[in-house]
Each structure stands twice: as structure tokens, then as C-alpha cells.
């Protein structure tokens, strides 16, 4: 399958641990994206990267809240010290030129904060 | 602010009935215009887009949708339904100044057999 890859697929955590999430986008795309949506939401914005570069962060991304992408090419996602409110569906997508602006998502992470 | 609306959140029909959901966007600029389906237990997958030309674009399963530029909408259609289109259906957005997609809250369709 040469799809966006994320993993692990779910994660239930105790409030306050940190939790990391990975992302493998599709091969040679440029661009990576994470968003997190919670139920009866659309996907929300929360940041990007072109190559390695980190280009925009949403305000939603709280100081908690890092990413990276040390190669320019999979990425991961930390939550430091979660909180229940964190509880959410959080997607990657990646996409390429010229068509920057399509964007395929992967199967996501479902994170739960008990 | 740039925003995406859904104006149906909830939709019910029975096999064979039409489709129309909408979208409206509040931004002047240019603008690519996508509809996302997600089956239950699946991820996002793309059900049609437009970037530009003929306004009127047609997508996977019979789906289409058509841009009308005056009205920053980006109407949804599918002229008969069937049980397999339940699922739930995103509207988004990229906007040439913000370089992301902008999601609407979705639309759960469920067809009823």
C-alpha cells in the first residue's frame, strides 16, 4: 500500500503522560499536514511542513503540542502532559505539485485520555 | 475569517431519492474546491475536486458538484443514492492565501435500503 501510513492506529493514555504519533506520507510528496477532528467536527488545521521545514502552526496547537520532520519525510506528533480534551481523531495528510492542494489523508490516530 | 459551511448536518433519504448537500465559503479570492467522503471505519478519501474550467465536475460513484463562483458554493449532487453512499461527506476548501484546506463540520448521510 503506498498510502499515508499512521501509527499506532489507537492510543488510550492516563491524563498527564506524553504521546507520540507517527506519520508516513506518500513517498516523495513535499508536503505533510496533521489535523485532528473530533466527533461531528470536520478536520481541523494544526500544522504543515514543506520538506523538513515547518510552515504554519494553528493556534489549536498549544505549546504541548510538537512536530516534526527531521528528513523531510515522515513525520511524528507529541502531546506532552495530555489532557482529556485531547481526546480526538488526529489525521495526516500529505500532497504534491503541482497539485498542492490535494490532499490524502491516512486512517488517522485515535487517541483517548482517560 | 475564512471559513467553509455545511448547511445540512444530518441527512436521511431512501434508495433511489436525489442528493444535494451544500457548501458555501466565505473568502474572495481563488480558490480549489474538493468533497471528501468517509465511510464508516475509513479514512477521507476524495470524492471530486475542481481547480478550474468547466464548473461542473463530476467524481467518482456518479457523484458531481458544480462552483458557482457568485455564490461561494460548491454544491454536492447525485441524482439517485443508494445504500452504499451512507457515510459522512466534508467540503473543503483551499484557499490561495492560506496554503491548507479548511474543512466544513460534514454532512452524515444515511440512506435508508
Known amino acids: 500500500d503506498t498510502g499515508v501510513s499512521q501509527n499506532p492506529r489507537h492510543k488510550i493514555t492516563k491524563r498527564g503522560q506524553n504521546v507520540t504519533f507517527r506519520c508516513d506520507p506518500i513517498s516523495e510528496h513535499n508536503r505533510l499536514y496533521w489535523y485532528r477532528q473530533t466527533l461531528g467536527q470536520g478536520p481541523e488545521f494544526l500544522t504543515y511542513f514543506q520538506n523538513e521545514a515547518q510552515l504554519e502552526k494553528s493556534r489549536l496547537l498549544s505549546d504541548r503540542f510538537s512536530a516534526e520532520r527531521p528528513k523531510g519525510s515522515f513525520s511524528t506528533l507529541e502531546i506532552q502532559r495530555t489532557e482529556q480534551g485531547d481526546s480526538a481523531m488526529y489525521l495526516c495528510?500529505?500532497?504534491?505539485?503541482?497539485?498542492?492542494?490535494?490532499?490524502?489523508f491516512g486512517q488517522g490516530t485515535r487517541l483517548t485520555v482517560v | 475569517a475564512q471559513s467553509v459551511s455545511q448547511h445540512n448536518h444530518h441527512v436521511i433519504l431512501s434508495e433511489a431519492a436525489s442528493l444535494e448537500l451544500g457548501c458555501n465559503y466565505s473568502?474572495?479570492?481563488?480558490?480549489?474546491l474538493f468533497w471528501y467522503v468517509q465511510y464508516p471505519g475509513q479514512h477521507l478519501q476524495l470524492l471530486l475536486k475542481?481547480?478550474?474550467?468547466?464548473?461542473l465536475v463530476k467524481g467518482i460513484k456518479g457523484f458531481e458538484a458544480e462552483f458557482i463562483k457568485s455564490k461561494f458554493s460548491f454544491n454536492l449532487r447525485k441524482p439517485s443514492v443508494q445504500w452504499s453512499d451512507t457515510a459522512e461527506y466534508f467540503c473543503?476548501?483551499?484557499?490561495?492565501?492560506?496554503?491548507?484546506?479548511?474543512f466544513g463540520s460534514g454532512t452524515r448521510l444515511l440512506v435508508r435500503p
Open positions: 473568502y474572495g479570492g481563488t480558490v480549489n
Open positions: 495528510a500529505s500532497s504534491d505539485q503541482p497539485f498542492e492542494s490535494e490532499a490524502f
Open positions: 475542481y481547480f478550474s474550467g468547466d464548473p
Open positions: 473543503a476548501v483551499w484557499m490561495d492565501s492560506s496554503y491548507k484546506l479548511i
